[in-house]
């Protein structure tokens, strides 16, 4: 695929975070837009603002008349959840157009770059949205495409300032084995716990998958695992580890104070003291750690480093405070798998210690809730107040028997309660929480303005 000989590029689902990303390097680079998507979300009403056109209704009519006049000088970018039966991408599939997968794209673009790929089943957004503002901060020429937007810069894609000495950054994400489209010069991989089982069917297939991803290092290259991951065998270049207390880089004098995490980065070479995290948890500790290596390896100073760190904003929905007031405090977080849960709350509670935590959890997928029930009960027992709602399906249909029931009778919280979306508001003014967290990958988000109104206004 040529991109030079391209001029008009057509999305099936530009709304996706991943998906916006790869339209606005297209429209940073000079080339004519347009898309489709179920609904309107904030990315779409972005990109419209940005003078993209953008419908919502499955209408091969409006897909604008010059890219279907002109074939070879269009491409389509699909996300595979567009459905099999989807008007348009049919059409487009059976009229020969060019189509191609968002990854295969993404595999593309990166294709000429010097490459940081960021994977792992958690902890991805944040780690590649840290590499890449710890570089921006730092004065290095990056374009990135990440999973989330970012706090310091508003958006899921940073543009390089010039053709030269670019550093990309992207988010490798394993679901649908998108990740294996890439060929990057430095890797992390930050977990590689079972998920996605729809698509995998088992564990062993995943780990095959992080396995033959890591293999795709460029010769030269360098892999950055968490401790445990057992990779490096995979792979004829040079690996790394990092993990909270040990490896070949930790943390140390890991304390809490004014709710912020305050810890040292212990490396092969010397030491970072005192970097503070504006975005805390234990496992952003660990995010960080692989953001400095790879930050280390491409040139920066410590000092660079530390400034990086410390002044990282975030990520939206990614332990997002939305109140921090003496009589409440509101967070919220896209925790949808077992560990991110455990290893989100276990940071919250650390935090808060004197503070009775009420959660509020949105299980996402009928199949991550039936494979995952046991897992789900143990993290979501360390509320001491849970309120579970309703599965959220995304793409799946129902499946006979897998309700959150299958959760909930199996948590140990000394309160917890079943909900429905529309009472959760009302059922908070009842308990009126001092610590509240909600939970969840699906649109649980929309309850964050109505709680957050209510908090404020007390």
């Not at 065998?233 to 004014?258: K, M, P, V």
């Not at 793409?395 to 529309?422: A, H, M, Q, W, Y």
């Amino acid at each position: 695929m040529n991109l030079k000989a391209l001029k008009h590029i057509y999305f099936l689902g530009i709304g996706g975070i991943g998906m916006s990303a790869i339209a606005r390097w297209f429209i940073a680079n000079g080339y004519s837009l347009a898309g489709y998507d179920k609904t309107a979300t904030p990315l779409t009403n972005a990109l419209q603002d940005e003078g993209i056109p953008v419908h919502f209704s499955d209408d091969i009519n409006l897909i604008p008349a010059e890219f279907l006049a002109n074939k070879e000088e269009t491409l389509i970018v699909y996300t595979p959840a567009i459905p099999k039966d989807h008007l348009e991408f049919n059409y487009l599939k059976d009229n020969g157009f060019t189509l191609m997968k968002r990854s295969q794209v993404l595999g593309l673009l990166t294709k000429s770059f010097y490459t940081i790929a960021v994977s792992g089943t958690h902890g991805k957004t944040t780690t590649s949205s840290m590499v890449s503002h710890i570089l921006k901060n730092a004065g290095k020429n990056v374009t990135a495409f990440l999973g989330g937007i970012t706090q310091n810069y508003g958006t899921n894609f940073l543009i390089n300032e010039s053709p030269e000495d670019v550093i990309c950054v992207v988010e490798a994400d394993e679901f649908d084995r998108s990740f294996l489209t890439l060929y990057p010069n430095l890797t992390i991989v930050t977990s590689t716990d079972a998920d996605h089982l729809d698509i995998y069917g088992d564990h062993d297939q995943l780990l095959e998958s992080f396995q033959l991803f890591v293999s795709q290092l460029k010769d030269g290259g360098k892999l950055y695992q968490r401790k445990g991951l057992n990779l490096a065998g995979f792979t004829n270049n040079e690996s790394t580890e990092y993990s909270l207390n040990e490896g070949d880089f930790y943390a140390e004098n890991l304390r809490i104070e004014n709710a912020e995490m305050i810890f040292d980065i212990v490396y092969p070479n010397g030491i970072i003291k005192d970097c503070t995290l504006l975005t805390p948890g234990f496992h952003n500790v660990e995010n960080a750690l692989a953001a400095t290596a790879v930050a280390l390896e491409v040139g920066l100073s410590p000092a660079q480093i530390k400034d990086g760190i410390c002044t990282f904003g975030g990520v939206k929905r990614r332990f997002e405070y939305h109140i921090r007031s003496e009589k409440i405090v509101y967070i919220d977080d896209y925790a949808h798998h077992p560990t991110e849960i455990q290893a989100f709350l276990s940071s919250v509670k650390a935090l808060y210690p004197q503070h009775k935590l009420t959660v509020v959890f949105q299980p996402h997928l009928f199949t991550r809730t039936r494979d995952f029930q046991e897992g789900f009960a143990e993290s979501l027992s360390l509320a001491d107040d849970l309120i579970l709602l309703d599965i959220y399906p995304a793409r799946e249909l129902p499946i006979e028997g897998v309700t959150s029931d299958i959760i909930f009778n199996k948590v140990t919280s000394p309160n917890k309660t079943l909900c429905s979306k529309e009472a959760v508001l009302d059922l908070l003014k009842e308990k009126q929480p001092e610590l509240i967290v909600s939970v969840g990958a699906g649109d649980i988000d929309t309850l964050i303005p109505k709680i957050k109104e209510w908090g404020l206004n007390l």
